[in-house]
């Protein structure tokens, strides 16, 4: 059984950093493309990041881009995400996500495992 979780979330200030990390048991992750997506409250989940399985791609929406590093260790079988100077909009709950294949792609209904999400909080 796969079994994606998600740890580090908490509640920072504007400006402050974050590293959230997704463990993944029951799948070795160097076959998979996987991603970070996020769902701030009253809205619908949305695309943040993708990584493709040796790291050779890597694209983020655009309201991160410049802010957000996503990265992977696949002998440790981890996704990253690496979030600096957080901002208020930011607030979200975050979901790690993983593909049986590698193709690139920000659309949630193309990923088949999912983790439970962690709370990541912006807030003076």
């Known amino acids: 059984q796969v079994q994606l979780e998600e740890f580090g979330g908490g509640s920072v200030q504007p400006g402050e950093s974050l590293r959230l990390s997704c463990g993944v048991s029951g799948h070795t992750i160097i076959r998979s493309a996987m991603a970070w997506f996020r769902r701030a409250p009253g809205t619908e989940r949305e695309f943040v990041a993708f990584?493709?399985?040796?790291?050779?791609?890597?694209y983020y929406t655009d309201s991160v881009r410049g802010r957000f590093t996503i990265s992977r260790d696949n002998d440790a079988n981890r996704l990253y995400l690496q979030m600096n100077d957080l901002r208020p909009e930011d607030t979200a709950v975050y979901y790690c996500a993983l593909r049986r294949t590698n193709g690139a792609t920000s659309q949630e209904n193309m990923y088949d495992y999912w983790g439970q999400g962690i709370q990541v909080t912006v807030s003076s």
């Open positions: 990584i493709s399985r040796l790291s050779r791609t890597i």
